[in-house]
Each structure stands twice: as C-alpha cells, then as structure tokens.
C-alpha cells in the first residue's frame, strides 16, 4: 500500500487592520444585514502600508518551520492572485525571510483563486515521489474590489501555510479528484488594474456549474458518495457562497438537504471567513482551519473540499481526518491572529485602499504600520524590501 500523504500541518496569517461591516455600512449608507446577513460578512482585513502577500505567507508559514524544521523541506509552492512581479516568484522572498534550505525548489501559481488547491495537489505528487521530503504550500492574497463597487464588502486578505507530506499529521488527502475549467469572463484582473473586475451575477452561476462539474467528474470515476463526508469545506468569496454551493450539489446529486444540519456543520467552516473576507487563493483552507478548530472530535470522518478559481477552474476531492490530529492544532494562535488586528476607521481604509507604490525605481521606504514580524519596508532600485524583526 501506498504511503499516506497530505496536510501534516496549517496555519495562518492575516493582516495588522480589520474594517468592520458596520464601519462600512455607515458610510456606503448599505442596511448592515445586507453584509451580515445577506453576504454573510462582519468584517474584513485590511492591509498595512508595509503588509503584503509575502509578509503574510511568511508569518502563516513561521509556525510551521519553527515546530518541524526546514531540513526536509525541499519545494515551496505559493498560490496567488495577487502577485508582486511578473518573473520572481514570491514565495523566493519567504524563502529567504524564513531561512529555508538552498536546496529548495520555489515557484508560484496562479488560476484566480484555485491555485492554493493546484499548490496542495503539486505537493501531493512530489510527497507521493518521495517520501521522504515535505512541500511546504502557502496560499496568500489580498482581495481588491473598486471603492464604492458591490464588490468592495467582500474585500479580505490572509495566508494559509501548509505542510504536506507523508505519513500527515492532520489530513490524508485522497488521490481522487473530480475537475472543471470552463473559458468563462465572470471576473478578472488585466495587469494594468490594481482591482479585479467582476460580473457579479455571473460569477455566482459560474462557480455553481464549475462545482456541479467537479461532482460529474468525481462521481463518474468512483468517488465517495455525498452522504459519506462529515463536513464540507468550500471556496469562500463571502460565507453565504458556502450555504448557496451546498445546497447546489445537494440538488445536483439528487439527495434531500436537512437545512438544519447543513447551517450548523457549515457554520464551523465559516468562521475565519466571516471576519477576515475573501482571501482568494487561500479561502478553501481557512474554512479548513476554522473546521478543525471548532468542531469536536472529527477523527476519522471524512471531508470534502471544493476549490474553484474564476475564468474558471474548479476541483472537488476528499481527505479524512488523522487520529490524533487534535494535539497538532493551532487554534489559539488562529484566534490570536484574529483578535490582534486593530480597527480602522473608514477614512484610514479608504486611503489604504487608494496608496499605490511609485514606478520611478528610485528609493521609497514604507511607513512603519504593521506590528507583525515580518514588513514590506519599501523599494529601491525597483527592488522590494523585507524586514524580519
Ligand atoms: P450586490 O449585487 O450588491 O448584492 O452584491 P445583492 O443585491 O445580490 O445582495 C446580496 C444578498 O444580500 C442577496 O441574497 C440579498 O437578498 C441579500 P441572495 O439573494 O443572494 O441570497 N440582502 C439582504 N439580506 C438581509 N437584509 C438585507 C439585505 N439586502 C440584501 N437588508 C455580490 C453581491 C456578491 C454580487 C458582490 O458582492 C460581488 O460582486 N462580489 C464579488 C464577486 C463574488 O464574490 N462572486 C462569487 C462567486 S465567484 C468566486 O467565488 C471567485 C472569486 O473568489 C475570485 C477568484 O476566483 O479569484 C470572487
């Protein structure tokens, strides 16, 4: 048989501001409930001036070098959307800010928000190879809307690091994956803009048929039936998406949906999303982390997961939970993460929101705001500065 593969370890990051929905409400002149209830969003991270997707993926991935080391590490994969340069990946700079092995493979991938899923399957195969190396993946984005656009409320940004390899800690993945791509325009981000374009409605249609797709796929070459999996962990843009996608491949797959049940199992997937926003590449496994932190004892049970990225590409495959994965979490860190941003006010957000970085190639330093460990500390000569304090 086979060695078990998969998620020997996760942890996550996210940014130094939070902007409350009610904050935002006030000001769009929106009804709260809109966000609260209708979206399913009560607040969203907003990045320092000196934060960014590398500042972020390093302090997810921190944890994780310090609790197992770097000597096995042999590849790092970085899904992103949010990408810094057009030819160094940015998961190079983590490298270096973590003080990884030279002998370490680095590359980025990007598919919208499925690439922190293509990044977990990448790994898998290489950890499948050879045993006997660990990848270390890391999801990490920011979520920009236009101000004043439908989309601006379902802003966020974090990183989710995980450790993949044999013999895991916390998740065996499975090999069976069901898959979906579809040429689609629902929302995209040209390389000109700094903000992503959407077609909202569509956008929703787009990611129900993508999952519907991942499930004709997945059952047509054999994989669990519906009713077999204890949980379900979705791409979350915003927390009500997860309860529309349910619901959909319920449907889809013919089976009756027990309302009651399904709010609250999802509920447990929801509550890192619902604070910090649309996280892109890394929502799928931020609805992971806030599963393993607040439901009991899931030893055992299998879970599914549902990846999709616009444009449009999409996955469903399953894993189940490791004996004694319990011992392995880090839920008081997640909470910490989470309590530790400070509130910002609108006008702070907005001009957050607004700054934009010169092109001149000269030397710029960033404002110190971030209280984390790791800050964006400015450019020069066109080159990126991190500080590691
Ligand atoms: P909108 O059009 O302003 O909102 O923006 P709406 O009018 O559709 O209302 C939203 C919900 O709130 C509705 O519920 C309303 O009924 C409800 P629904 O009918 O959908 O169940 N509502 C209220 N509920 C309670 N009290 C009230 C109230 N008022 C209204 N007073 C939209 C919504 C999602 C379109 C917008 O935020 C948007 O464009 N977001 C970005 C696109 C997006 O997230 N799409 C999701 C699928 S695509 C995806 O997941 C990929 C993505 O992550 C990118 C990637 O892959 O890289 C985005």
Redesign the pocket.
Known sequence: MNTPVGIHDLSFATTEFVLPHTELAAHTGA?V??YH???GQRSMSIPAADEDIVTMAAAAAAPIVERWGTDRIRTVVLGT?TSIDQSKAAGVYVHSLLNLQPSTRVVELKQ???SGTAALQFAMGLAHRDPSQQVLVIASDISR?ELDS??E??QGAAAVAMLVGANPTLIRVEPLSGLHTSDVM??WRPNYRST?L?A??E??S??LQALEGTWKDYTEQGGRALHEFGAFCY?Q??T??AFKAHRHLFSTAGHDLDEGRMSAMLRLTTAYNEVVG?S?TA?VYLALASLLDHAGDLTDRPIAFAG???GCVAEFFGGTVVPGYLDHLRTENHRYVIERRRPIDYDTYRALHSRSLPEDGGHHLTPRQTTGEFRFAGLSGHKRLYEHS
């Open positions: 009804d409930d809109k209830i209708g979206i959307e919208a928000c499925y809307y439908p989309g409320a379902t629902e929302f992503a959407v909202g409605q956008s929703f787009a990611y791409h843009p915003f009500k998406m649309n892109y929502s999709y990225g616009s």
